[in-house]
């Protein structure tokens, strides 16, 4: 099992940035794909961001490309995602999650991850 806990989500101004942090414990997030996704009220839930077991693979939504960037940090357990240039479409709640991917393979559907955080709110004002 892998338990996940997000935090850095906040309110900010459009422009402005955050830093989310997915801290990870119970096992080693070196075997895991890590993801970040996210839920806007009354939408389902989407994807943002995901990395690779190597950490050599990065895809991201189109929606967010060019203005986040996804981590990760084996070494302390973490995973991160650098939120830039934010704009109020991107108020949601922030989850983070860990798939078994074997090899470089990053997935961007939500079937393929095995654990979830419990989620980071961010809210972008105009």
């Known amino acids: 099992q892998v338990q996940l806990v997000e935090s850095g989500g906040g309110l900010v101004q459009a422009g402005g940035s955050l830093r989310l942090s997915c801290a990870a414990s119970g096992r080693t997030i070196s075997r895991y794909c890590m993801g970040w996704f996210r839920q806007a009220p009354g939408k389902e839930r989407e994807f943002v961001a995901a990395i690779s077991r190597s950490g050599g693979s990065t895809i991201y939504a189109d929606s967010v490309k060019g203005r986040f960037t996804i981590s990760r940090d084996d070494g302390k357990n973490m995973a991160y995602l650098q939120m830039n240039s934010l704009k109020p479409e991107d108020t949601a709640v922030y989850y983070c999650?860990?798939?078994?991917?074997?090899?470089?393979?990053?997935?961007?559907?939500?079937?393929?991850?095995?654990?979830w955080g419990q989620g980071t709110q961010v809210i972008v004002s105009s």
């Open positions: 999650t860990a798939g078994f991917i074997p090899g470089t393979a990053v997935l961007a559907t939500s079937s393929a991850y095995d654990y």
